[in-house]
């Protein structure tokens, strides 16, 4: 395919939220024609709403998207390096638990900044365009037709080679998909809802820190009071008081309602060459493990690959696709289910710590063989459904090397309590000189 062929190719994203931009990124420098239809304003000049918006972990997949496009180290340099986990408890001990080695770390990221810089790396190129206020209300896959409604509210027909659905968990283009035939769907929304506090910055350093709550819907439907919630903070989060605020504290409880959290998961991501679907909208994910963003942009990541592989053939890479980020999202969907079980419930476990430790044991002395699943989540490229299988190998060799352990303490325990104890009979059989005594004392013979 000649460059001639390239600049004839119009390519229509929906969503111009963080996956959207990137992806329009990685398409703009192959020369497309790429065109963004954003349903919101541009958000780089209007006030954005609070409190609908998990702050974003940024770690390595996410990373190596953003490099693929020269934003890596603008991005990072606004990033704050996370470097483990911290466990208050109620008597006001708190506890790290690293989240890798002492050179490891994610970055806690403005999911808002992050979007401006990317619309704005976007509009860098002359073959982009972002249209704000444009939402989809039809999508043609087999025609290559979509109708967008702008802000003058007269429908429009755009005749595109190539539709790219990145319009989050509730997406437009999905629900045409969903009528083809064996495309299948399903979708989870967990009891735990989320809500988003602030805690102002000290000094006036202009450093202020989100953070989010989470808990079950029916604990937050009982807080109906500012007395409520100050009780419910003072009993289960009593050093958070100090840093927020009481006052603020109940501002921002009661601003927004708690917000759901869903996991979508569906197949195929695309319909023949003129669909596709990336980031939430082919697999939104709970964000238990800091992987939605990530995933997402290794999403634009692996495309921009493989369409280096097959020379930009839309119907060779949108298969490829399919079949490579399928097994790949529905791995780390479930792995964010599972830590969505292991945050609520276990991180207080001590014999999930001793497990931990024992992992971070196991890396160091064997690193290319023992790797914890963090790591290979957050600090590699593993193919996310590889981990997983890497993962249950561990934890059999593991459960296996402890049960051993186990065992041979057991039976050793056993022996030397056995063993000193008192002489069984058959010790006298090795010690015939004592027969004499022996029977002398018992009465049994007389010399």
């Not at 004499?436 to 007389?446: A, E, I, L, P, R």
Request: proline residues 4%.
């Amino acid at each position: 395919m000649d460059s001639s062929d390239i600049q004839r190719k119009n390519i229509a994203i929906i969503g111009g939220g963080l996956v959207g931009s990137l992806n329009a990124c990685f398409l703009a420098k192959r020369n497309f024609q790429v065109d963004i239809y954003e349903a919101r304003e541009d958000i780089r000049v209007t006030k954005s709403a609070r409190g609908r918006s998990i702050n974003l972990a940024l770690s390595y997949r996410g990373r190596q998207a953003l490099k693929a496009i020269g934003l890596e180290d603008q991005v990072v340099s606004q990033g704050i390096p996370m470097r483990a986990r911290m466990i208050h408890s109620l008597s006001g001990k708190k506890s790290a638990i690293p989240y890798g080695t002492k050179s490891q770390y994610i970055l806690s990221i403005s999911r808002e900044n992050l979007n401006k810089d990317l619309l704005t790396a976007v509009e860098k190129y002359s073959n982009a365009k972002v249209h704000f206020g444009h939402r989809l209300v039809k999508c043609n896959p087999e025609k290559g037709v979509i109708t967008v409604l702008g802000q003058d509210k007269v429908p429009k027909d755009v005749t595109c080679d190539l539709i790219v659905g990145c319009d989050g968990a509730f997406s437009t283009v999905r629900t045409y998909l969903m009528k083809k035939p064996r495309f299948d769907y399903s979708q989870q929304y967990i009891p735990h809802g989320y809500m988003e506090l602030n805690i102002p910055p000290k000094n006036g350093d202009n450093k202020s820190f989100t953070c989010t709550l989470f808990m079950p819907f029916e604990e937050f439907e009982k807080l109906l009071t500012s007395s409520d919630v100050l009780d419910f903070f003072q009993k289960y989060f009593p050093d958070s008081i100090p840093l927020i605020g009481k006052q603020a504290l109940v501002q921002d409880f009661f601003l927004l309602p708690a917000q759901s959290m869903i996991s979508v998961k569906c197949s195929s991501f695309h319909f023949k060459s003129h669909c596709l679907l990336m980031g939430d909208a082919a697999h939104a994910i709970v964000p238990f493990f800091g992987q939605g963003m990530n995933a997402g942009f290794e999403d634009c990541l692996v495309f921009d690959e493989l369409m280096d592989k097959f020379n930009n053939d839309f119907s060779m890479c949108l298969p490829e696709f399919s079949r490579l980020r399928i097994p790949d999202d529905h791995a780390i969907s479930d792995l964010s289910m599972y830590n969505y079980i292991e945050m609520r419930a276990h991180v207080n476990s001590r014999w999930f710590i001793f497990r931990k430790n024992i992992e971070r044991l196991l890396h160091a002395i064997m690193p290319s063989t023992f790797i914890p699943l963090y790591t290979m989540v957050t600090f590699s490229r593993i193919r996310y459904h590889e981990a997983v299988l890497h993962w249950y190998w561990q934890k059999k060799v593991i459960n296996g090397g402890l049960f051993l352990l186990g065992t041979l303490i057991a039976v050793s325990g056993t022996y030397l309590l056995m063993r000193y104890k008192s002489p069984s009979p058959l010790d006298y059989l090795r010690r015939p000189s004592e027969w004499v005594t022996y029977f002398q004392n018992t009465g049994h013979v007389s010399l």
